[in-house]
């Protein structure tokens, strides 16, 4: 079952209105998206980049007689995409990450706790490298480089000789084609399965998901544009998971947190938000995610 994360956070610090404009760029698997709509007469402006969540979010809808619009694509380009409806909006979610879909669908290649083929294309697009591109033609500093660098992996240099090794050992063949083999090659450079309680393949997987997504640019982008998209005192809610991803918002945020030439002032309303105990207990994935909320002041 899919458990929005923070969702009672999320629709306190949007506090929709009727007849109110807001963006969902992350639709994911609609549940903000439901609440948000519940909230109040409004409208929610969807965007996810993979192609089945078109098909959670046309289920929708029907459902809310037409105050749902949704659009496949990247929220890198959220202006381009919403410049179509010529109006400017009253809120936005961001919710970084890999979907709960995504992770469950053993075929996607997200997650090491189903066997599947190494993929982790978040738009399935056939021109994009996978995580199978990267793990079986990069070198060994390439990938000690990605490891360390988007997952903050200490073992990244062993991890990525153990790699190479097994490229050229047990997997000589085929390469390395699959989730299980891959975890299991990280397994063989920790002495434990497990360090607190998290698998020490975690943040390998974490890291060249980022990559193959690019993820971080888009971040960087889509907060870029909000000055041409958003109204004056217009919400931005931010839920990231990933240090990486706080960092890029902290920053963006704090670079323009006094009267520049940018056209935009952002300012931060209360402190960051986290999941209660009893929320990671119901929702264990969400035990790291981090909510910004922020007002944007347009000039």
């Not at 991803?245 to 056209?263: C, L, T, Y």
Request: a neutral charge; charged letters at 20%; hydrophobic letters at 35%.
């Amino acid at each position: 079952m899919h458990i929005p994360v923070l969702f009672d956070q999320v629709i306190n610090a949007i506090n929709p209105q009727d007849g109110q404009n807001i963006i969902d760029a992350t639709f994911g698997g609609g549940g903000h998206t439901r609440g948000i709509l519940d909230s109040a007469n409004c409208n929610v402006y969807a965007i996810d980049r993979d192609k089945e969540a078109g098909d959670r979010a046309s289920q929708l809808i029907d459902q809310y007689n037409g105050r749902l619009f949704f659009h496949h694509g990247q929220f890198a380009d959220l202006s381009s995409i919403l410049s179509q409806y010529n109006i400017k909006f009253d809120a936005i979610l961001f919710d970084f990450g890999v979907s709960f879909y995504q992770l469950d669908q053993a075929e996607r290649g997200f997650s090491f706790m189903r066997d599947g083929p190494l993929d982790m294309r978040m738009n399935g697009m056939q021109d994009c490298q996978t995580a199978h591109d990267i793990v079986n033609n990069y070198d060994e500093d390439q990938l000690s480089q990605i490891l360390f660098v988007y997952g903050d992996e200490r073992l990244s240099r062993q991890i990525a000789k153990a790699i190479v090794l097994a490229r050229k050992t047990k997997y000589s063949e085929c390469g390395i084609s699959r989730t299980h083999q891959l975890r299991d090659i990280i397994h063989s450079v920790y002495k434990t399965n497990k360090i607190h309680g998290i698998d020490v393949a975690t943040k390998t997987f974490q890291a060249i998901r980022i990559y193959v997504n690019d993820e971080l640019r888009q971040i960087q982008d889509a907060l870029n544009s909000l000055q041409y998209i958003m109204k004056n005192e217009a919400s931005l809610v931010t839920i990231s998971f990933h240090y990486l991803e706080d960092r890029i918002v902290k920053n963006w945020a704090s670079s323009h947190r006094n009267q520049n030439e940018s056209g935009i002032i952002v300012k931060q309303i209360g402190g960051t938000i986290k999941p209660t105990n009893q929320e990671i207990k119901s929702n264990v994935r969400s035990r790291s995610a981090i909510m910004r909320h922020y007002k944007i002041h347009i000039l």
